[in-house]
T-cell receptor, first 118, second 114 residues
Framework: AQSVAQPEDQVNVAEGNPLTVKCTYS??????LFWYVQYPNRGLQFLLK??????LVKGSYGFEAEFNKSQTSFHLKKPSALVSDSALYFC????????????????FGSGTRLSIRP | SAVISQKPSRDICQRGTSLTIQCQVD?????MFWYRQQPGQSLTLIAT?????????ESGFVIDKFPISRPNLTFSTLTVSNMSPEDSSIYLC???????????FGEGSRLTVL
């Protein structure tokens, strides 16, 4: 079955320190990969995506993510965390395998709550 | 990118009533998606709304409970029928970029059912 895993429910980081939010996936073919952020009482906002090309992709608010095909991972990173980065982060995958009947469907991970302490 | 407006942004409803959520997009799109986000949970796709045809529902969701309208390429509604406290959730409308698959979301409609 196609799935996305975010193994950490919560990540706590001190402001100024680097942060990593983990994501692994189990999807056949070469999927499209996304990260979204949800601030309190808001909808989801797009952060970045990987379609093809350079494994390191840069996105909004200084975030970046590294695609690792052998490990089927797409971890979100930021070199220096800000208190304002505190939010709920979702990894998402869109399968592109023609054999996948719902290829238009995007699968979301369970979310990781990022908490940045001053 | 697309700008998506949803209303109401939040509502408190009584058990047994129904509520219709509206979603307006600033551009014409073929498919619109309705998601549910239960408290502390991830997003679950309810259905895909195509203009000019019936919505396609995901497993566990039925038209009688979540009727959807899609009268044109920029607008859709989702009705939550005969509500119970278990329906208390954030309901999100989204559209997808045709090339990248990136989803754009509305701000969501937070429903509380008493």
């Amino acid at each position: 079955a196609q799935s996305v895993a975010q193994p950490e429910d919560q990540v706590n980081v001190a402001e100024g320190n680097p942060l990593t939010v983990k994501c692994t996936y189990s999807v056949s073919g070469n999927p499209y990969l996304f990260w979204y952020v949800q601030y309190p009482n808001r909808g989801l906002q797009f952060l970045l995506k990987y379609i093809t090309g350079d494994n390191l992709v840069k996105g909004s608010y200084g975030f970046e993510a590294e695609f690792n095909k052998s490990q089927t991972s797409f971890h979100l990173k930021k070199p220096s965390a800000l208190v304002s980065d505190s939010a709920l982060y979702f990894c998402a995958v869109r399968p592109t395998d023609p054999g996948y009947s719902s290829a238009s469907k995007i699968i979301f991970g369970s979310g990781t709550r990022l908490s940045i302490r001053p | 990118s697309a700008v998506i407006s949803q209303k109401p942004s939040r509502d408190i409803c009584q058990r047994g009533t129904s509520l219709t959520i509206q979603c307006q997009v600033d551009s014409q799109v073929t498919m619109m998606f309705w998601y549910r986000q239960q408290p502390g949970q991830s997003l679950t796709l309810i259905a895909t709304a195509n203009q000019g045809s019936e919505a396609t529902y995901e497993s566990g969701f039925v038209i009688d409970k979540f009727p959807i309208s899609r009268p044109n390429l920029t607008f859709s509604t989702l009705t939550v029928s005969n509500m119970s406290p278990e329906d208390s959730s954030i309901y999100l409308c989204s559209v997808r970029d045709r090339d990248t698959g990136e989803l754009f979301f509305g701000e969501g409609s937070r429903l509380t059912v008493l």
